[in-house]
């Protein structure tokens, strides 16, 4: 019989996680069907306890529904305790545990598709909303010899530090927080930026100073050209988006529902080449 799988959204309709998912299984010869379903804003868990009482055996979250895949799982996996948000849910005799794929998703990314290793590199991290938490705790772990997280609202970023320093992780980075104008005269490795600045092509506060020919600058976002991604390719920078970021976060979820680990690098190909 064959294993059904889902991702739910509002909106859903461009994405490309169901074409990401079926490469996936033709080249693993798994037997699944995956679908994109749109759920009611207010109704994520009246849609999930839908798909549990179908059959299914999981489902990928994305926005809005992270927070709330994370308050209703009945397991929470380590890797979605520090953003408590989820974007991959295993259900299981009526029930559904808690994963977030999105740090693993951007790690792998960074050190094998981009052949860039974190350990001992100095790392700047732009932004302290949902999609940093996500992957902060994965960064800290490939125990980089610096982790900066830059944002408006220092606040923000001290929530962070306290949640990090709160896990049950043994040996990881502490994450150093700075505002915007503390960046002046900084030199890191490796930029990211995990804020949605890109969404409405605003410019970041940050120096040009920052992005130099020997560092690596990414962006989360995926499908255009953002201001941060022209300001480092300006400078000289070697420049990559999120692409294969969301690549490898449904590897991740397809090796934890299937347990085996598909090859990311010709589905990257093929989604870029759309």
């Keep these: 019989m064959t294993d059904k799988y889902a991702v739910l959204g509002n909106p859903i309709g461009h994405s490309k996680s169901p074409m990401i998912h079926a490469e996936f299984a033709k080249q693993t010869k798994q037997d699944i069907s995956y679908e994109a379903i749109l759920a009611p804003l207010d109704g994520f868990s009246d849609t999930v306890k839908r798909l549990i009482a179908e059959g299914y055996k999981g489902v990928n979250v ?3 529904f992270k927070f709330e895949a994370f308050d209703m799982a009945n397991d929470i996996n380590a890797s979605a305790v520090v953003p408590e948000a989820s974007n991959t849910l295993v259900f ?13 998703g951007l790690v792998t990314d960074i050190q094998k598709n981009l052949a860039r290793p974190l350990q001992g590199k100095r790392v700047l991290m732009i932004g302290a909303g949902g999609a940093a938490q996500g992957v902060a705790i994965e960064i800290a772990k490939a125990n980089p010899a610096t982790f900066v997280v830059v944002n408006r609202s220092v606040e923000k970023v001290h929530d962070m530090q306290k949640k990090l ?23 890191f490795d490796v930029v990211i930026n995990a804020t949605s600045a890109g969404l409405t092509d605003s410019v970041l506060p940050i120096p040009d100073s920052i ?5 690596l600058a990414y962006d989360m976002m995926y499908g255009r050209e953002t201001p941060f991604m022209l300001q480092a390719r300006s400078a000289g920078a070697q420049v990559a988006d999120g692409l294969g970021m969301l690549v490898e976060q449904a590897a991740e979820a397809f090796s934890i529902w299937r347990g085996i680990k598909p090859d990311t690098k010709p589905v990257i190909a093929t989604i870029r080449a759309l």
């Design 62 to 64: 994305t926005v809005p």
């Design 92 to 104: 299981y005799e009526g029930s559904a545990a808690a994963y977030n794929t999105d740090g693993i």
């Design 165 to 187: 320093e709160g896990a049950k992780e043994q040996d990881i980075v502490a994450i150093t927080a700075s505002s915007f104008n503390g960046l002046d005269g900084q030199v």
């Design 211 to 215: 992005f130099t020919s020997n560092i």
